[in-house]
């Protein structure tokens, strides 16, 4: 069975510009969470999504959101980039709660300049 | 508000040795606890999971300690191999919350 994969792996952008990060979860999959990795902070819940609907927020600005297609592929779309959004950003799926055991993608690494 | 505190930022053990890695919690809601291993460019993988119902559960060299009491929870790898080299989160989830909290992570290091 095919893992979690995120696209893109990398990204390089600049302050004021937007972002749309894509998930894959697992077959079968329909729960899928977004956490953001920095140095300081570690691993941060941003939102999580099942059955198309944000079940679930952290604690992030409104310039973070996310969806998710009927087929539960995820997109997470961050607005007015700000240098301290660089981070790894990781995505997980689950089968049917986000309680269920999480498995994680690889992560994108977004870079702000 | 750190909710889940790994308090070591690195450890540093001996190939052959036990390895225990420390997380306190501070909200006592958390019901479940779980363990990641993460290696450098990859995402973390799930090692292992204990219900607040239990206060141990092993699997092959790792084992998750539970203090519901002093709020603390342990992993213990014995023996420790090269390979256990990577960075370990402990993360948990609040009772009815359908989020996961993680701690800050240990690096760990095996040294041969």
């Known amino acids: 069975k095919a893992g979690v994969t995120q696209t893109p792996r990398y990204l390089i952008k600049t302050r004021g510009q937007q972002v749309t990060l894509s998930c894959s979860p697992i077959?079968?999959?329909?729960?899928v969470s977004w956490y953001q990795q920095t140095p300081g902070q570690g691993l941060q819940f941003l939102f999580e999504y099942f059955s198309e609907t944000q079940r679930n927020k952290g604690n992030f600005p409104g310039r973070f959101s996310g969806r998710q297609f009927s087929n539960s592929r995820s997109e997470m779309n961050v607005s007015t980039l700000e240098l301290g959004d660089s981070a790894l950003y990781l995505c997980?799926?689950?089968?049917?709660?986000?309680?269920?055991?999480?498995?994680f993608g690889p992560g994108t690494r977004l870079t702000v300049l | 508000d750190q909710q889940v505190k790994q308090n070591s930022p690195s450890l540093s053990v001996q190939e052959g040795r036990i390895s225990i890695l420390n997380c306190d919690y501070t909200n006592s809601m958390f019901d479940y606890f779980l363990w990641y291993k993460k290696y450098p460019a990859e995402g973390p993988t799930f090692l292992i999971s204990?219900?607040?119902?239990?206060d141990k559960n092993e699997d092959g060299r790792f084992t998750v300690f539970l203090n519901k009491s002093a709020k603390h929870l342990s992993l213990h790898i014995v023996p420790s191999q090269p390979g256990d080299s990577a960075v370990y989160f402990c993360?948990?989830?609040?009772?009815?919350?359908?989020?996961?909290?993680f701690g800050q992570g240990t690096r760990l290091t095996i040294n041969p």
């Open positions: 204990i219900s607040s119902i239990k």
């Open positions: 997980a799926s689950s089968f049917r709660t986000s309680t269920d055991t999480q498995y």
């Open positions: 993360a948990a989830y609040p009772q009815g919350a359908q989020k996961l909290v």
């Open positions: 077959s079968g999959h329909r729960s």
